[in-house]
């Protein structure tokens, strides 16, 4: 398998991954009952969710920016803070544990999205990706970046409907890069 292959894969499973865990096998998925228990839903889902890092750290090794660099140090930051917010939010510990999770969530998913956002503008300054692409990456993760660092963790949960397309949309469009990734010209071939 080619590294570009390995690269693409990555971006699909950070796309889809998280997605598919949470709505299949979670507690609240398609079954009525899930197949997992929230504990290990989260945990599968963090598994998951490393392969962000992952495959934007493969595309830095293609081409050196700035940008990518200080982006790919922000979102190994906030996802770290993310899924220590989930590990306690899933230990189900008190209702104070719970309160503490929440309270790092929203911090530590913004500050990844953040990232993915920098990185973005990193790849808009570089030949890796389409510039279409790149930008629909950027303003993607600026806008989930924007939701969930300026609304206090009240309105967040008032505002719960909006997470979930902005979460889509992001993942939508690490698929995409995936696919570019593996397939540069079909997918170019299929755009046109």
Not at 37 to 42: I, K, L, M, R
Not at 78 to 89: E, H, Q, R
Not at 98 to 108: C, F, L, R, V
Not at 154 to 175: A, H, K, R, T, Y
């Amino acid at each position: 398998m080619t590294d570009k292959m390995v690269n693409g894969i990555l971006f699909i499973i950070a796309g889809l991954g998280s997605i598919a865990v949470y709505v299949i096998l979670g507690p609240e998925g398609i079954s009525t009952s899930g197949i997992l228990d929230q504990g290990h839903t989260e945990k599968i889902a963090a598994y998951t969710l490393l392969t962000i890092p992952l495959a934007f750290m493969m595309t830095r090794n293609v081409e050196r920016n700035t940008f990518i660099d200080a982006g790919l140090l922000i979102i190994v930051v906030g996802l770290s803070m993310g899924l220590v917010s989930d590990a306690i939010n899933s230990a189900e510990l008190s209702a104070e544990s719970d309160a503490i999770g929440e309270a790092i969530a929203w911090t530590g998913w913004s500050s990844m999205y953040l990232g993915i956002f920098i990185t973005g503008i990193g790849y808009l300054r570089t030949n890796l990706f389409p510039k279409w692409l790149s930008g629909l990456l950027s303003v993607a993760s600026f806008a989930m970046f924007a939701f969930l660092a300026i609304l206090s963790g009240e309105q967040l949960l008032n505002n719960q409907d909006i997470v979930p397309p902005l979460w889509m949309l992001n993942s939508l469009v690490l698929v995409i890069l995936g696919i570019f990734t593996m397939r540069p010209k079909w997918l170019s071939g299929l755009l046109k």
